[in-house]
């Protein structure tokens, strides 16, 4: 639990990190430097204490360090950690679609349904892990339930119960073109109203480019005019 991602668990501790987060930002208060530069500041450190142990960013790293705090403090507890991927609208309930707030992959959806989103640039083959937000739910559902009526005083088992819920292991996963045709397709028959009261255009499908320099052959001839 909050195992490093490149095996170097050497340094890693969370005690340490907050300790370095305080020292660094006394020293940049002492410094009287501004937000901005405090606020870099602290991103870099971040960021080097999150890939020294192998993980993409400091998101990823802070929620180790919390099941680390967990795994530290649970006592004699049962715990059941949910890992879900890339949590997207719901699926079926409390209705189709539901979204709370624009984040990750929901301002992407939501970009193609205001007709905002003309190009789309990345790997056109990279899987999309995306799971339904209710099917998220339902999984920790089952999860305490499973784990309701186990006694950590009788179970020699002292590490906790890791779930990943994500759907990348399905045959026909995600994909970003796959994500664009049932997005666009959906908003073409079910345009999002707006504030006036009037249907959002969708717009024309976004393009895809596999790579920025295929993009940038696309968009040179329109700055050259």
């Known amino acids: 639990m909050g195992e490093p991602m490149n095996g170097n668990s050497e340094g890693l501790d969370v005690e340490v990190d907050v300790m370095l987060v305080n020292q660094r930002w006394n020293e940049l208060k002492a410094a009287r430097v501004s937000k901005k530069e405090e606020a870099d500041a602290m991103k870099k450190l971040g960021h080097q204490r999150a890939t020294m142990f192998g993980w ?17 403090f649970k006592g004699n507890l049962r715990v059941a950690i949910i890992r879900p991927t890339i949590v997207s609208g719901t699926y079926r309930e409390t209705f189709p679609g ?23 640039v990345g790997n056109l083959e990279t899987i999309l892990d995306v799971i339904p937000g209710d099917m998220v739910v339902n999984a920790a559902i089952v999860a ?10 009788d179970d020699d088992d002292d ?11 399905i ?6 073109v796959k994500l664009i045709e049932h997005t666009y397709n959906y908003f073409s028959k079910n345009p999002l ?3 006036d009261g009037k249907l959002v255009p969708i717009g024309v499908k976004p393009v895809t480019f596999p790579t920025m320099a295929s993009f940038q052959r696309h968009i040179l001839p329109m700055k050259v005019s």
């Open 193 to 195: 109203i707006g504030r």
């Open 159 to 169: 590490e906790c119960n890791i779930y990943h819920v994500g759907s990348s292991t």
């Open 171 to 176: 045959r026909d996963t995600m994909n970003p």
């Open 98 to 120: 539901w979204l709370e707030g624009l984040k990750a992959i929901d301002s992407f959806i939501a970009s193609c349904g205001r007709g905002k989103l003309s190009y789309f």
């Open 56 to 72: 993409p960013n400091t998101y990823a790293f802070t929620k180790a360090m919390g099941e680390m705090v967990i795994g530290h």
């Open 144 to 153: 305490m339930v499973g784990h309701a009526n186990y006694n950590s005083y």
